[in-house]
């Protein structure tokens, strides 16, 4: 998973997180089914970032799903289907309907295309929803409505969110559940003052326990779902003290003293509301029960009666819920939530101290192959015995956290640079040793950033970004290593963002420009070409390298725009040339991986040729090895594709990366570009003689040409043509040069 992936995943998690929480209050504040129903459905779209939640109830006799609750856009959409819980309907055969019948979550990823879905593909259009969860609600063991939820992205609902969806389910349930209790106790209270006859059928049919006591609190009733929940017959408790039957030992004494606070005043704080007590079976076991007494008066006399419910399948659900809010499902180490408490407290710590301690973020390098190749099941196990690795490494004070994906972060308590060292290193040691999972035996490294404080932050979030930024300077210059947060690296970054920023709107302001630099061909010295190189003056900042911003047009996305502006910049120039008369003169333009891995790219090159009436083989597209061998099958799809429209590529900077021949023989390219770094020392080096003589044979043995880049001396040049190198480019034929300067240069040379 990539970074901004991953943020984004973190970010959805807390979102839902919050719709949790939200949820929970709803569920606390609510009095009856159809209020909650609302709540629930705002919330999930306020909070969790559906377009649409509704809730469908069933009707028990047409098996129809009726519109109980909906918010969110495209309510007109509930208005206009027809959805049924019988499985016999077509309409029943949705995911909505299956849901119910199947009484399990139904999940689909693609909504408009998932064949499930079909009747209602076209709606899932109109509204663009991509994914969309339906979740069956629960009241008393039985299926009684549909939550259904609608998003615009696909594949919307991973394992996590899968997870929280379905613990806010059993939260509503237990909700539904408590509005039945309290409808059955309202039933009960007024079957009382109706029928004595009808009471007792009710009280024996109830699912909650119903003991009525006296005043004195002996028991006097004791319904059949005490007897299921407490282990008590009937015979055996009634009249005796309810205390001595339920409540703990540990508890009797408060029990009674309550007890006898109401025979003495009539008034208790218990009388009418819920509360959560230990209650104990006949074994002797304690449990948690939800409680509520009301008072009955009947023929003249007084007693009170006692609802309880079983809770522990709630109070398992809550403390579910609870550790997934601050642990790590995978893994089991604490999540963000519980880093930041101990970040805080560790803050203090050192703050009252005049201590220090160190945040250390880690990355893993490549990971994301180790899913790709093997599957998330091995990412997974991976993750799982690395993380027993740490836990053996680190001191019982420091706290191991996974943010998700391959992110760790350690907090080393008390830690200055000398002990950081020290764990960073035996942790990168053991990283390093192969782990065996079934039958592979992986080998993996790590890239971390070290932030101390108070020197590098003074709080959580600049600790975090300091150590980020450490981090990614060492996944930039090595990988497999690690680096301390220094404020080089802050001014560095800070320059960064400015530069993206203004790279915004370097091309409306005019501030980037192509330059060109001639290519000539070694055997007649006739000029065959020229590369196509973007320059950037700034107002302020001056000019800035390539090799400073490209990278950052690539990270923050405006590669794409900048590269189609390139392309069309270097396309009507090829058009004004040969207006000019400089005829069967080819621009060579750099693609970046993003470019080329862009689907649109074939039609948008098809489009700016024909625009400016330049035909094809007047344009050459130059990528590097990594570019082309990132993705080698679909490098050759691509490269199939452009050169059917006629367009030429080579490879650039060739033997600088992780030269593939097998794809090389595939790849469409007609010329190989040898580095100026072998070229600039070909004069002396003999392995950098070496080198070119082994690629120009190479070139030739595969049917390409090679050019050499980098050429400022005579020397170099008779030692490329004495091995038979086709051209070269560079200082000793010319600069790059501005438009204006190279259309002089190419008709005083044509």
């Known amino acids: 998973m990539s970074t901004s992936q991953t943020v984004k995943h973190h970010q959805q998690l807390t979102q839902l997180y919050l719709a949790l929480s939200q949820c929970n209050q709803a569920i606390v504040q609510s009095h009856d089914r159809q209020t909650l129903f609302e709540k629930i459905c705002r919330i999930i ?14 009707l028990p006799e047409s098996k129809q799903v009726k519109v109980a609750a909906a918010f969110g856009s495209g309510l007109e959409y509930l208005s ?13 055969r949705g995911p909505c309907g299956l849901a119910i019948a199947n009484d399990q979550p139904y999940w689909v990823q693609d909504f408009q295309t998932n064949p499930v879905a079909a009747l209602w593909h076209a709606s899932a259009s109109e509204f663009s929803w991509k994914a969309a969860a339906f979740l069956p609600l629960h009241c008393e063991a039985r299926v009684v409505a549909c939550l259904s ?49 009808r009471a007792q059928l009710v009280m024996e049919n109830a699912l909650d326990a119903i003991i009525n006591m006296d005043t004195a609190g002996f028991i006097i009733e004791w319904n059949l779902a005490a007897e299921r929940i407490f282990g008590h017959k009937r015979v055996a408790v009634v009249g005796r003290s309810l205390g001595e039957v339920i409540v703990p030992p540990a508890y009797r004494d408060a029990h009674n003293k309550g007890l006898q606070r109401l025979q003495r005043s009539g008034e208790s704080r218990l009388l009418g509301r819920s509360i959560e007590i230990a209650a104990m079976r006949d074994d002797g076991s304690e449990f948690p029960v939800e409680l509520t007494i009301i008072e009955i008066e009947r023929s003249g006399e007084r007693y009170y009666s006692a609802f309880l419910r079983d809770i ?28 930041t408490e101990r970040v805080t407290v560790e803050i203090e710590r050192a703050w009252a101290q005049d201590g220090q301690f160190a945040l250390m973020f880690l990355d893993l390098d490549h990971f994301k192959d180790v899913n790709d190749s093997l599957g998330h099941r091995y990412g997974d196990s991976l993750l799982v015995e690395l993380t027993k690795r740490f836990q053996s490494l680190v001191r019982p004070e420091d706290t191991i956290c996974r943010l998700g994906g391959d992110e760790f972060v350690f907090l080393l308590a008390g830690a200055g640079h000398d002990v950081a060292q020290e764990i960073v290193e035996r942790l990168l040691k053991a990283i390093e040793q192969p782990l065996v999972i079934d039958q592979y035996q992986l080998t993996i490294t790590a890239s971390v950033g070290i932030a101390i404080y108070p020197e590098d932050g003074l709080d959580m979030e600049s600790l975090q970004r300091n150590a980020d930024v450490a981090m990614y300077r060492t996944k930039k210059e090595s990988r497999n290593g690690y680096r301390f947060f220094s404020n ?72 794409i725009s900048i590269g189609s502006w390139v392309l069309e910049q270097a396309v009507q120039q090829v058009r004004q040339w040969q207006q000019a008369g400089i005829d069967a003169m080819c621009v060579s333009v750099n693609l970046s991986s993003v470019q080329f891995r862009n689907p649109g790219l074939p039609a948008l090159i098809q489009e700016i040729l024909q625009r400016y009436d330049v035909a094809p083989q007047f344009l050459e597209l130059e990528l590097t090895e990594g570019v082309a061998l990132e993705n080698p099958e679909g490098a050759v799809n691509m490269m199939d594709t452009l050169d059917k429209l006629g367009i030429r590529m080579s490879i650039d900077d060739f033997g600088t990366g992780y030269s593939s021949l097998s794809y090389l023989k595939k790849f469409k390219v007609g010329r190989l570009k040898i580095d100026q770094s072998f070229v600039r020392d070909i004069s002396t080096d003999d392995e950098d003689k070496a080198i070119v003589i082994a690629i120009i044979h190479l070139a030739r043995s595969l049917g390409l040409k090679t050019i050499a880049e980098g050429v400022e001396t005579a020397e170099q040049k008779a030692f490329l043509l004495s091995h038979g190198c086709d051209e070269i480019q560079g200082y000793l034929l010319s600069k790059p040069m501005p438009s204006d300067q190279a259309t002089t240069f190419l008709l005083k040379h044509r």
Do not use: C
């Open 149 to 197: 939820l609608y998003t615009s992205e696909e594949q919307a609902f991973d394992p996590d969110t899968q997870r929280l969806l379905i613990d806010m389910v059993a939260n509503i349930d237990f909700a539904l559940d408590r509005f039945a209790v309290q409808q059955e106790r309202t039933r009960y209270q007024k079957s009382l003052l109706a029928s004595e006859q």
């Open 45 to 58: 779209v306020d909070f969790g970032h559906a377009k649409l939640a509704w809730v469908g109830e069933v």
């Open 488 to 559: 080089q690296m802050q001014i560095q970054t800070a320059r960064h963002l400015q530069l993206v920023n203004a790279l915004r709107q370097a091309i409306a302001l005019g501030q980037l420009a192509v330059y060109y630099q001639p290519q000539m061909d070694l055997a007649t010295h006739k000029l065959v070409g020229v590369e196509a190189l973007l320059r950037w003056q700034h107002p302020t900042l001056g000019a800035v390298s390539p090799a400073e911003f490209i990278p950052l047009a690539e990270s923050s996305g405006l590669i």
């Open 312 to 339: 522990t399948l709630r109070k398992e659900a809550e403390q579910r819920i609870q550790y997934l809010a601050n642990y790590d499902a995978l893994t089991g180490l604490p999540n963000r939530n519980l880093l």
């Open 80 to 92: 206009k289907i027809t959805i049924s819980a019988d499985p016999h309907t077509p309409n029943g």
